[in-house]
């Protein structure tokens, strides 16, 4: 199929400034030609649309998301069989809002190959997927890595059924083992398909804020060593300084959420390897007004680590650190957002601020990171270019040039004005092909609204209501306060 888009302003990630009255020809698939449309070797084309005066990016990309987040008990015992609807259902979100192609960080491996084959085959609509499966070193969602209060409420059977889901070989029995072990059960892993590794810098969960290390320097080494002999991508989950200077040390691709190092800032040394380095940052920012509701309902050692990690952001940018945009975007079901667990969280902030959700969270970023005084055409390369090269997936993503996959968003509004003009998107296109965005997502699951409640509920009153806030992502859950 041939694709002929006309009249746009063009910003197309590799030039320095955006180039007006541009043309572009697509065919099969992929960019054949950028320029002024007299001078395209135009013959026949099946389709032009004319977008003058509208703007063309590359396509948007996540380089942390959760196709599957809402794994909470009810979750997984109403979808058990269905987990790859849930997973489509949120692809077509991600695609709705701009995200050509995302990476799933963790979750259910099989459940995720599944989806991100069908939509690599034409058979489905949704944002091309490359997933990791689970996080090496971490237990699955019914543990104490993750949701800790399920086992001895669910069944053991159903409780180790969805955590092997999730696992697999890849569990917290790695830490007991030598470097040399724990590679060749990796090797064993990535041999089941996956598109990249990640593993545990530091724990996960409350023990202890994330500040414990998860694995010995050798043993991260081995990891990501493995990861590079089958030619994939290493990425660590960190949340300290010392589990960040251990992941660059190791040769990590990328370090997940690297601005979140507890109570203390990375040191200047640590941001000048970062900064000098192949290592992409990817960041956790909020806005200065998510900061401030945050802090009304958050400790004092919350607002100490969450003060950090703003300090973090900048100083990142200041250095000159290839920085990427994420932000854990997952769908999470409106009756979980009711939850006493999640208001009083980053994860309950108001729409217009909260990082995590999956179809607006990456604008809260954008929006954030110029706050915290990132450059225009640095927000852009943050959420394509420097994605698709620390996944090593330039070839083909990430900017606008003939030659590479036709994945673009088309906005209203110029980006390089204001952050708040991602928003504006008037078409997204991928593969080449216009994505009907009415459509989607096609079966609303967990993005479906609440059912109207029973006649009994009016007449009901509740004597306590008791629950547990997430210290820090959707899916960590570990004690009762």
Same mark, same amino acid.
């Given at each position: 199929?041939?694709?002929?888009?006309? *009249?746009?302003?063009?910003?197309?990630?590799?030039?320095?400034?955006?180039?007006?009255?541009?043309?572009?020809?697509?065919?099969? *698939?992929?960019?054949?030609?950028?320029?002024?449309?007299?001078?395209?070797?135009?013959?026949?084309?099946?389709?032009?649309?004319?977008?003058?005066?509208?703007?063309?990016?590359?396509?948007?990309?996540?380089?942390?998301?959760?196709?599957?987040?809402?794994?909470?008990?009810?979750?997984?015992?109403?979808?058990?069989?269905?987990?790859?609807?849930?997973?489509?259902?949120?692809?077509?979100?991600?695609?709705?809002?701009?995200?050509?192609?995302? /990476?799933?960080?963790?979750?259910?491996?099989?459940?995720?190959?599944?989806?991100?084959?069908?939509?690599?085959?034409?058979?489905?609509?949704?944002?091309?997927?490359?997933?990791?499966?689970?996080?090496?070193?971490?237990?699955?969602?019914?543990?104490?890595?993750?949701?800790?209060?399920?086992?001895?409420?669910?069944?053991?059977?159903?409780? &180790?059924?969805?955590?092997?889901?999730?696992?697999?070989?890849?569990?917290?029995?790695? %830490?007991?083992?030598?470097?040399?072990?724990?590679?060749?059960?990796?090797?064993?892993?990535?041999?089941?398909?996956? &598109?990249?590794?990640?593993?545990?810098?530091?724990?996960?969960?409350?023990?202890?804020?994330?500040?414990?290390?998860?694995?010995?320097?050798?043993?991260?080494?081995?990891?990501?060593?493995?990861?590079? +002999?089958?030619?994939?991508?290493?990425?660590?989950?960190?949340?300290?300084?010392?589990?960040?200077? %251990?992941?660059?040390?190791?040769?990590?691709?990328?370090?997940?959420?690297?601005? %979140?190092?507890?109570?203390?800032?990375?040191?200047?040394?640590?941001?000048?390897?970062?900064?000098?380095?192949?290592? *992409?940052?990817?960041? /956790?920012?909020?806005?200065?007004?998510?900061?401030?509701?945050?802090?009304?309902?958050?400790?004092?050692?919350?607002?100490?680590?969450?003060?950090?990690?703003?300090?973090?952001?900048?100083?990142?940018? @200041?250095?000159?650190?290839?920085?990427?945009?994420?932000?854990?975007?997952?769908?999470?079901?409106?009756?979980?957002?009711?939850?006493?667990?999640?208001?009083?969280?980053?994860?309950?902030?108001?729409?217009? $601020?909260?990082?995590?959700?999956?179809?607006?969270?990456?604008?809260?970023?954008?929006?954030?990171?110029?706050?915290?005084?990132?450059?225009?055409?640095?927000?852009?390369?943050?959420?394509?270019?420097?994605?698709?090269?620390?996944?090593?997936?330039? &070839? @083909?993503?990430?900017?606008?040039?003939?030659?590479?996959?036709?994945?673009?968003?088309?906005?209203?509004?110029?980006?390089?004005?204001?952050? $708040?003009?991602?928003?504006?998107?008037?078409?997204?296109?991928?593969?080449?092909?216009?994505?009907?965005? &009415?459509?989607?997502?096609?079966?609303?699951?967990?993005?479906?609204?609440?059912?109207?409640?029973?006649?009994?509920?009016?007449?009901?009153?509740?004597?306590?209501?008791?629950?547990? +806030?997430?210290?820090?992502?959707?899916?960590?859950?570990?004690?009762?306060?």
């Amino acid at each position: 199929m041939s694709l002929l888009l006309t *009249g746009a302003t063009v910003i197309d990630g590799v030039s320095e400034k955006a180039v007006n009255g541009q043309s572009i020809l697509v065919e099969n *698939g992929r960019i054949s030609a950028i320029g002024r449309r007299d001078e395209l070797p135009v013959t026949a084309v099946e389709k032009t649309v004319d977008l003058d005066g509208k703007f063309i990016i590359p396509g948007l990309m996540n380089a942390n998301v959760h196709m599957f987040v809402n794994v909470l008990f009810e979750t997984l015992v109403r979808y058990e069989g269905s987990y790859e609807d849930l997973i489509v259902e949120a692809a077509q979100v991600a695609l709705n809002a701009g995200m050509t192609t995302v /990476f799933d960080t963790w979750g259910p491996r099989r459940a995720l190959m599944a989806v991100r084959d069908r939509i690599d085959r034409g058979e489905i609509v949704g944002s091309r997927i490359r997933c990791a499966g689970n996080i090496i070193g971490f237990d699955g969602p019914f543990s104490a890595d993750f949701d800790g209060r399920i086992p001895g409420i669910g069944s053991s059977h159903f409780v &180790d059924r969805v955590n092997a889901a999730w696992v697999e070989n890849t569990g917290r029995h790695l %830490m007991w083992m030598t470097p040399e072990a724990v590679g060749e059960e990796v090797r064993t892993y990535i041999e089941n398909g996956i &598109d990249f590794v990640k593993y545990a810098s530091n724990e996960h969960g409350g023990t202890a804020a994330g500040a414990f290390i998860q694995f010995s320097e050798r043993t991260q080494r081995a990891i990501v060593e493995e990861a590079h +002999r089958s030619g994939l991508t290493a990425q660590s989950h960190s949340a300290s300084v010392e589990g960040l200077r %251990m992941s660059i040390e190791a040769g990590c691709d990328l370090v997940q959420h690297c601005n %979140m190092t507890g109570p203390t800032e990375i040191p200047r040394e640590t941001l000048d390897v970062l900064a000098q380095g192949d290592c *992409g940052a990817v960041v /956790f920012p909020l806005t200065d007004n998510g900061l401030e509701i945050l802090k009304e309902s958050i400790s004092d050692l919350e607002w100490t680590m969450w003060k950090a990690s703003d300090s973090n952001c900048r100083n990142l940018i @200041d250095s000159g650190a290839t920085i990427l945009l994420a932000n854990d975007g997952g769908i999470l079901a409106p009756e979980v957002m009711q939850e006493p667990m999640i208001k009083g969280t980053w994860n309950g902030l108001p729409e217009e $601020e909260a990082l995590g959700r999956l179809a607006t969270g990456h604008f809260i970023w954008l929006k954030a990171m110029e706050e915290k005084g990132m450059a225009p055409m640095d927000l852009l390369h943050a959420a394509t270019r420097n994605i698709a090269k620390a996944y090593k997936v330039d &070839d @083909d993503f990430g900017t606008l040039e003939a030659g590479k996959i036709a994945d673009m968003v088309v906005l209203d509004e110029n980006p390089l004005q204001s952050a $708040e003009n991602y928003r504006t998107i008037h078409a997204v296109i991928k593969d080449g092909a216009l994505v009907n965005r &009415d459509t989607l997502p096609e079966r609303p699951l967990l993005t479906a609204e609440l059912p109207a409640p029973l006649e009994e509920e009016a007449r009901y009153k509740r004597f306590l209501h008791h629950g547990v +806030r997430l210290p820090g992502c959707p899916t960590c859950v570990n004690e009762t306060r």
